[in-house]
């Protein structure tokens, strides 16, 4: 964004500015230091506190919206913004959710210590003494998800909901597309999601295997650990790195083995090269595990070149 007396514009991606597109902001009016005071641009929108009064700005438009007085936005992006609120108790607060498009402002109906928002949902804690859990609510304030006592989201994003419970033994719950689905007893945790949100490794008794969104055991539980690796030549793909008695293996998306080794790590170069590591010592192997660089020609510091324009490693 850029000034000129109270015209604040839009500056765009080649540097221009539309001088018919700005919005009438004195900046004068509000305190943009660090002292709790927020003011921050979504485009089309311009959010932003002035005395305690939190306000919405349109560029399009220039419309003005007021939100409501006494908060603080505490999370915001082109739909909603999610709004903090003191009460006169202390250690209470309350927090109220924003519609832009329909400029209705709710109440979240709970108190709730952090809600936690991710795409579409947000999750509530009850927070009460008999009857401790977590609601998975949309941006309308219904419930989709509703599990008992103890349960709690353990990752979410737009397909997928796990709840687990505080009790390890108790099963997990996942829910695609808000139906829950039935998983098997074996799975008694959930670890993490893959990078494109595809897979979710799961684990029991210290050991983890890998499901699919719609909860279908892919690859079984017997693994130490299973990660997912940066990959700068495949960045919508889902690689899998899996660790099981001192040995690792590297499977694509589909499951299929790429490599296998005696090792403690790796690290992808490309579909064919990979550095390995043997407690501190590196070296460089192919997919047949041919050695393309020996040990102790690597340190602990070594770098990559990349060919932006071909999309290619360079060693």
């Known amino acids: 964004m850029v000034a000129i007396g109270r015209k604040w514009y839009f500056l765009n991606n080649d540097l221009t500015v539309n001088l018919n597109n700005y919005i009438d902001f004195a900046p004068c009016n509000c305190d943009m230091t660090f002292g709790g005071i927020y003011f921050k641009l979504i485009y089309p929108y311009l959010l932003y506190t002035i005395n305690d009064s939190i306000y919405i700005d349109n560029f399009e438009n220039k419309e003005r919206l007021f939100i409501t007085d006494h908060g603080y936005p505490y999370f915001e992006n082109?739909?909603?913004?999610?709004?903090?609120?003191?009460?006169?108790?202390?250690?209470?607060?309350?927090?109220?959710?924003?519609?832009?498009?329909?400029?209705?402002?709710?109440?979240?109906?709970?108190k709730s210590y952090f809600p936690r928002i991710e795409n579409e949902y947000f999750v509530v804690d009850r927070n009460s003494s008999d009857d401790h859990g977590e609601w998975v609510m949309d941006l309308n304030l219904n419930i989709?998800?509703?599990?008992?006592?103890?349960?709690?989201a353990?990752?979410?994003?737009?397909?997928?909901?796990?709840?687990?419970?505080?009790?390890?033994s108790k099963p997990v719950k996942l829910f695609y597309k808000n139906k829950l689905i039935k998983l098997q007893d074996s799975i008694k945790s959930f670890e993490r999601f893959s990078s494109n949100n595809s897979m979710v490794v799961v684990s029991d008794n210290e050991k983890q295997g890998l499901?699919?969104?719609?909860g279908e055991l892919i690859l079984s539980i017997e693994y130490d650990d299973i990660t997912f690796p940066y990959n700068f030549k495949l960045l919508s793909e889902d690689q899998i790195i899996a660790k099981?008695?001192?040995?690792?293996?590297?499977?694509?998306?589909?499951?299929?083995?790429?490599?296998?080794?005696?090792?403690?790590?790796?690290?992808?170069?490309?579909e064919n090269r990979f550095v390995v590591r043997n407690i501190s010592r590196k070296r460089v192997v192919d997919k047949n595990n041919n050695v393309i660089i020996p040990y102790d020609f690597l340190g602990e510091d070594y770098y990559?070149?990349?060919?932006?324009?071909?999309?290619?490693?360079i060693f």
Do not use: C, H, W
């Open 78 to 110: 082109k739909k909603y913004v999610l709004i903090k609120k003191a009460t006169e108790l202390d250690d209470e607060e309350e927090f109220y959710i924003y519609n832009i498009e329909r400029r209705e402002l709710l109440k979240i109906p709970l």
């Open 144 to 152: 989709i998800v509703s599990t008992d006592k103890n349960y709690y």
């Open 154 to 168: 353990g990752g979410y994003n737009k397909d997928v909901i796990i709840m687990q419970n505080k009790n390890p």
């Open 211 to 214: 499901i699919n969104k719609k």
């Open 244 to 270: 099981k008695n001192n040995y690792i293996y590297l499977f694509n998306k589909d499951l299929e083995l790429i490599f296998k080794g005696r090792y403690d790590d790796l690290r992808i170069l490309d």
């Open 304 to 313: 990559t070149i990349v060919n932006n324009s071909k999309n290619k490693l």
